[in-house]
């Protein structure tokens, strides 16, 4: 097939099936993290892979089947929001906010699929299930490897976690100017302290606490 200029334009397999399949990827989490699972379609993700759509369909099934493929957070993402929960407990507020949007808001391989979870968990059951078990396994591991001792740690860590992914819905789904607008680290400035009073109230008071309980 010629275009009007005379020059060849091909379209379906391309060379070698994992770089087919790595660049049908590629496209999907852009568009799912993008536009979320309902107005992403099989045809869009091809045009942006330069495929067929036919060709989406042979090596994913289905677009849930795509979806899910997509839905994949690297090792480097979570061991920082696991790293995020080790060191001194006056500094966790920071370190955790930090942590959270620096992940949410960095490379596209580790924000896309969390930005597609969050954006297809309003329409889309597998979405949602994948979303909450992936917040619920990063509690239960930050209640583990962190200094948290009181009883309601989960508590304090689930609660912890919806207020930084309220942030974030704040900044790239919902677009409120100020937020959208501000920097990570006048974000992490201003959040740090709420988030360490809930994760960090039932610590152990440093003795300036103390003596200043005693005047």
């Avoid at 839905?71 to 995020?84: D, E, G, H, K």
Wanted: hydrophobic share 45%.
């Amino acid at each position: 097939m010629e275009n009007r200029a005379g020059t060849e334009t091909r379209r379906g397999r391309r060379p070698g099936t994992n770089t087919t399949r790595q660049a049908i990827l590629d496209a999907a989490r852009t568009r799912f993290a993008t536009d979320g699972f309902t107005s992403t379609t099989i045809r869009r993700i091809a045009t942006d892979a330069g495929v067929d759509a036919a060709l989406v369909m042979q090596f994913f099934k289905s677009k849930n089947d795509l979806f899910a493929a997509v839905m994949s957070i690297s090792p480097n993402a979570l061991a920082r929001f696991t790293n995020a929960f080790e060191g001194p407990s006056d500094q966790l507020g920071e370190r955790v906010v930090r942590a959270y949007l620096s992940v949410w808001e960095g490379a596209p391989e580790d924000s896309d699929p969390l930005m597609a979870m969050l954006r297809g968990a309003i329409v889309n059951e597998q979405a949602r299930e994948q979303l909450r078990e992936f917040i619920q396994a990063r509690l239960m591991i930050a209640v583990e490897s962190s200094s948290l001792d009181a009883d309601d740690a989960a508590l304090r860590a689930g609660l912890a976690s919806s207020m930084l992914v309220g942030i974030v819905v704040g900044r790239r789904v919902v677009g409120v100017p100020e937020l959208a607008e501000a920097n990570i680290e006048r974000l992490v400035a201003l959040a740090a302290p709420g988030i360490q009073s809930v994760l960090a109230a039932g610590a152990p008071p440093t003795d300036r606490d103390e003596g200043d309980s005693q005047r």
